[in-house]
């Protein structure tokens, strides 16, 4: 099992914007030492409730202090160009010598759309073309294309990416019918961190066996994980903020998106039991072990920091799975 550190993006605005960065430095190099393999971020435009680090430039930071750890991130695709995707990626994955990962997701938000002025409606068009030509522009030289959305002729980009033949695509998708696309479109489906572990063990056999290596292959799924002494002392420092994000959720309309549009809005004593991962080290180990047997997932995105946990407690979430956890979960499904 592989297991990823998910740096979300929102951070109190009391604090400066350096002051936050400096935290999720702080937070890079607690999974480093505690010899996580990858960093994920999100993407979201236009968050004024929170500071909300824009995850390229964040990333091209980060890479600086993530030694062999992958990088990686979901993208809205639908509301760039395509090639400045194409060509942004390729300058990361020079960066950290080839160990990049682009998840583009279709988005849910309608301030986002509305904004960037694009038709919502024209999401999934925007998303599959856009794959399309990074592809392309990833692999070839002299590309021409020519979609609804977007046409290219004779176009190259260079540097491409270190990666051979490109960085894997994770595509992120949370209905059925997403779901069966995704491995046609990219590598691999990424299950999102809000379904119940039922509803995403379902979905994984309806997203089938990747047929690439390495994270071409894996089957990966974010996750809100937090490790504390106890379960009770877990759920105390964790619980109450991550009811809250949830509650965002729902009026953003991410529900509405999902394929069971009522399993946002619940009880944090239903949410903890098959979505959030919160407990004591031999808790979480076992939650772990779980998703791996029972659900088939093989790569945990772990989203541990949420505005208003303290940082010293999120650090020493992270180092408690580099210390126990990671360890058990793997002699566990090792001795199998």
Known sequence: MKFGLHLFGHHDKSR????NFDTVIDQVDAAREANFDLLWMGHHFLVADNHKFQSIPALGRIAANSGDMHIGTSYLLPLQHPIVL??????????????????????????????FGIDKSDRLGRLIEGVQVIKKLWTEDNVSYDGRHFQLEDATIEPKPVQ???????IGGNKDKAIERAGKLGDVWVANPHEDEPTIARQVEIAGEPSGDGYHGVIPARRDVFVAETDAKALEIYGPQIKKYYDWYVQEGQADA????DALDQRLEDLKEDRFIIGSPETVTDRLVNLYE???????????HRPGIPHDDVLRSIELVGDEVIPAVRDRIDAE
């Open 16 to 19: 400066s914007a350096v002051d």
């Open 86 to 115: 194409a060509e942004e990626f390729a300058t990361l994955d020079a960066i950290t010598g080839g160990k990049t990962i682009f998840a583009p997701v279709m988005g849910y938000r309608d301030k986002e759309f509305d904004s």
């Open 164 to 170: 051979d033949p490109r960085p894997p695509i994770w």
């Open 258 to 261: 999902m394929e069971n549009p």
């Open 294 to 304: 029972n659900v088939g997932l093989d790569c945990i995105l772990m989203g541990m």
